[in-house]
């Protein structure tokens, strides 16, 4: 019986054993993927287009990963993972890639470190013949760390203690040409060959798919393929929708087979109105598949699909019904999260109650170049999700923003108030006017301290009112004129800061003007003849000369 036991044990163990070994992936591959703002709005839809050809590319037993980067300096949140590894993970990578929405600023170190770190426990499995990180990205630059060469050292060493042999490819998508350098130091830090850097979209669907393909470990120039179509010739091309009945506003996937391996399929659509799905890259087994939005208008429509190379064509019937309207007692909201924030963090902000596939454009602050905004398109149940306020300049701590969400078709509206946290004092607040008694007509100087740094003051009182800024060590200054007609007595100048909801009362006097007179005349005698001093006689005096004689003894 023991025998009988221990071999069984051993059979178990065994088994066990060889069911771990065929869970083991050859190769797991990693894309990281810039989700930060860039110059153009198309980069990140042709990143998701290019990464979701690239996954679908890539063999079924490869075990497939995706994070993205991207958002708030300090914020655990800027980067992510999106899709976590294992096999059979790239139809659900290519929906969630396209499901990503650009906001932030670029946090390379972020997403590079955490995507290290992915790698460094022993399940999920890592590749037995090897494990790849594919970076794309449109920033050479991380815009939270001002010395570069530190975020170097930071991704080579923790490449180098991670334990695993990582090969890190980096792609560059339409970088500056000031941000490449840095980049092309970044990847020569983590041992990757030299980045590729591409401008166009088919440069880069082709540059992902040979970098998925585990038999080319380098990147090699890519021959983007001519449109020009060869006699079709092969299998029978097809095409199936899932659904194939969509409402207004709803989305579907599109899966389409019996291609050219490797060559760009074509996705149109004909009907109430005609356009284009995409151009994407046919995979090993010639098959394609991406979600797609409805075309537009209710009615019948007919997609094809067509491979560029072999000139294989297929087609299948789509039906677009109306939306689903809101009933009329259905009342727009829109919610923050968070409602309060520090000022430059972003929020998110949900706007429901809207017409289903409607753009929604929701924006932060004043309407204009002055505001924070995001126009989302909202989903078949009227609810559309976008960030806002990232890095806003006019965003004032302790102060009330109003947020709104204006829906482009039904014109409907929602509000909601967002609100940033208050900054702390730099110390006691103090503040003192001189001179103090002032004179009507002069000039009065107030200092004060205790306010937090750069951030705005104002005072009024009814003499004067205006506002100034804070220096760096919180200390004010301002000099005020005290009108000439100001009545003597004492005056209250009210001090305030929203920033740190200071608010302080000083008291200042005003004595009174000094009276001026007219100058006083000297005195004059009055005349012997008592006529009044300044004036003359009415009568002239005669005076005759006197004739003195000398006198007779």
């Known amino acids: 019986m023991l025998l009988i036991g221990g071999a069984v044990v051993t059979l178990l163990a065994g088994l066990a054993a060889f069911l771990v070994l065929r869970t083991v992936p050859d190769y797991r591959t990693a894309f990281l993927v810039d989700t930060s703002l860039a110059k153009n709005d198309r980069d990140l839809p042709d990143t998701a287009d290019a990464v979701g050809s690239a996954a679908q590319n890539s063999a079924d037993e490869d075990s497939l990963s995706l994070r993205r980067f991207g958002g708030s300096c300090g914020d655990q949140g800027n980067t992510a993972s999106v899709v976590g590894p294992g096999t059979g993970h790239a139809q659900e990578i290519n929906t969630s890639v396209h499901a990503l929405s650009a906001a932030g600023k670029p946090t390379l170190e972020s997403g590079l470190l955490s995507g290290i770190d992915d790698f460094s426990g022993y399940y999920p499995f890592r590749g037995k013949k090897r494990n790849r990180i594919i970076v794309v990205t449109s920033h050479g ?316 003051v104002q005072y009024r009182s009814t003499l004067f009112a205006d506002a100034t800024t804070a220096a760096d060590d919180g200390s004010i200054e301002f000099t005020a004129s005290i009108p000439q007609d100001t009545a003597a007595g004492r005056y209250i100048l009210h001090i305030s800061q929203i920033a740190s909801g200071t608010d302080l009362d000083i008291s200042l006097a005003v004595q009174p003007a000094t009276p001026s007179h007219p100058p006083t005349p000297p005195p004059t005698e009055a005349s012997p003849s008592g006529t009044p001093p300044g004036t003359l006689s009415q009568t002239r005096a005669t005076v005759r000369p006197r004739l003195r004689l000398p006198s007779i003894r």
């Open 141 to 456: 630059i991380d815009a939270c760390t001002t010395d570069q060469s530190a975020l170097k050292e930071a991704v080579g060493r923790r490449a180098k203690d991670s334990a695993v042999q990582l090969d890190f490819r980096f792609v560059g998508y339409k970088v500056p040409r000031k941000e490449r350098q840095p980049l092309a130091q970044l990847a020569e830090a983590t041992k990757a060959p030299k980045v590729r850097f591409v401008s166009t979209p088919a440069e880069l669907t082709a540059t992902l798919n040979k970098l998925a393909l585990p038999e080319s470990p380098e990147v090699e120039h890519v021959d983007v393929p001519s449109p020009t179509a060869t006699s079709p010739s092969g299998p029978a091309a097809w095409l199936r929708l899932s659904p194939s009945t969509v409402k207004a506003g709803g989305t579907g996937t599109a899966k389409a087979g019996g291609m050219q391996p490797g060559e760009p399929v074509v996705l149109t659509w004909t009907g109430p109105s005609r356009g284009s799905i995409g151009t994407f890259t046919a995979g090993r087994s010639g098959e394609i598949a991406t979600r797609f939005h409805q075309p537009g208008k209710p009615g019948s429509y007919t997609l094809r699909a067509q491979g560029t190379r072999s000139g294989r064509k297929a087609s299948a019937a789509l039906r677009v019904l109306p939306a689903d309207v809101p009933t009329p007692h259905t009342t727009p909201r829109l919610t923050l999260n968070p409602s309060t924030l520090k000022a430059g963090q972003p929020t998110t902000a949900t706007a429901s109650g809207f017409q289903p596939g409607e753009i929604v454009d929701i924006y932060l602050g004043p309407w204009g170049h002055s505001g924070s905004y995001a126009h989302e398109r909202a989903n078949s149940s009227g609810v559309a999700v976008g960030r806002v306020g990232e890095g806003w300049g006019l965003a004032e701590p302790g102060g009330t923003y109003g947020v709104t969400a204006v829906g482009t078709v039904s014109g409907r509206q929602a509000h909601a108030k967002l609100r940033y946290e208050r900054e702390k004092q730099s110390g006691p607040v103090s503040a003192h006017a001189s001179p103090d008694p002032a004179t009507p007509g002069g000039t009065v100087t107030v200092t004060g301290t205790g306010f937090a740094p750069h951030r705005t």
